[in-house]
């Protein structure tokens, strides 16, 4: 059984800095292309990070060159580096691995229907102004 196992939320004022963790089981991310997915507080979801498999990331416009993805392979997890935090971060960031091939097969979730197969249980980050 696949199991994401996400960690490193918490509450941080405007300008601070989290990283979230998120530990896979049962998958190798390495193998896998991955996102972080942020779900607003109106339930609006964003797409705000990838990583594929061969190594390529993708950021929002409105967090590049503040938030960096990277992965440990040694320890199966990755990493949601968030710096200089804004107000409009705020919510509740899920993990998601393995994208299906037809954009359709993997399991629903309301921020990515059926693109992923696996996601993790959801971190929240609040960025307080």
């Known amino acids: 059984e696949v199991q994401l196992a996400e960690s490193g939320g918490g509450s941080v004022q405007t300008g601070g800095s989290l990283r979230l963790s998120c530990t896979a089981s049962?998958?190798?991310?390495?193998?896998?292309?991955m996102a972080w997915y942020r779900k607003s507080a109106g339930h609006e979801c964003h797409l705000v990070s990838t990583?594929?498999?061969?190594?390529?990331?993708y950021y929002r416009d409105s967090v590049e060159g503040r938030f960096t993805i990277s992965l440990d392979n040694a320890k199966n997890t990755v990493y949601l580096e968030m710096n200089s935090l804004k107000p409009e971060d705020t919510g509740v960031y899920y993990c998601?691995?393995?994208?299906?091939?037809?954009?359709?097969?993997?399991?629903?979730?309301?921020?990515?229907?059926?693109?992923?197969?696996?996601w993790g249980q959801g971190a929240q980050v609040t960025v307080s102004s």
């Open positions: 998601a691995a393995k994208r299906s091939p037809s954009g359709y097969g993997g399991a629903w979730h309301i921020c990515a229907l059926y693109e992923y197969y696996y």
């Open positions: 990583l594929t498999d061969s190594g390529t990331t």
């Open positions: 049962g998958l190798r991310f390495g193998d896998s292309d």
